[in-house]
């Protein structure tokens, strides 16, 4: 397993941008599939957006796509969630999760395939 921790948290307004950023621990980054889910007040978690270990593969939630963007940097075990023209209802905790994936092209987007999870970095957009 890895240890996450996720920043860039904040306030921002509609319409604007933000960048989180997942910090992992160990030196098999590459072997984990990541992902980031986000939590909002009164609902389940969801996926919104993950990335396979070797970075060539992306899935999106219909919700997010062409809105924000996945990517990773192996070399600094990073993983970063670009997040443009943000909308009140993208108010949430946003997780950063790992799944341990020897298949370097595995992309995983189920809750249940991630075995480690970061603490959550909330993000409040205002109108």
């Known amino acids: 397993q890895v240890q996450l921790v996720e920043s860039g948290g904040g306030l921002v307004q509609a319409g604007g941008s933000r960048r989180l950023s997942c910090a992992a621990s160990g030196r098999t980054f590459s072997m984990f599939a990541m992902a980031w889910f986000r939590q909002a007040p009164g609902k389940e978690r969801t996926i919104v957006a993950a990335i396979s270990g070797n970075g060539n593969f992306r899935y999106y939630a219909d919700s997010v796509k062409g809105l924000f963007t996945i990517s990773r940097d192996n070399d600094k075990n990073m993983v970063y969630l670009q997040m443009h023209t943000l909308k009140p209802e993208d108010t949430a905790v946003y997780y950063c999760?790992?799944?341990?994936?020897?298949?370097?092209?595995?992309?995983?987007?189920?809750?249940?395939?991630?075995?480690?999870w970061g603490q959550g970095a909330q993000v409040t957009v205002s109108s």
């Open positions: 999760a790992a799944c341990y994936s020897p298949n370097s092209s595995g992309t995983y987007y189920r809750e249940s395939d991630f075995g480690s």
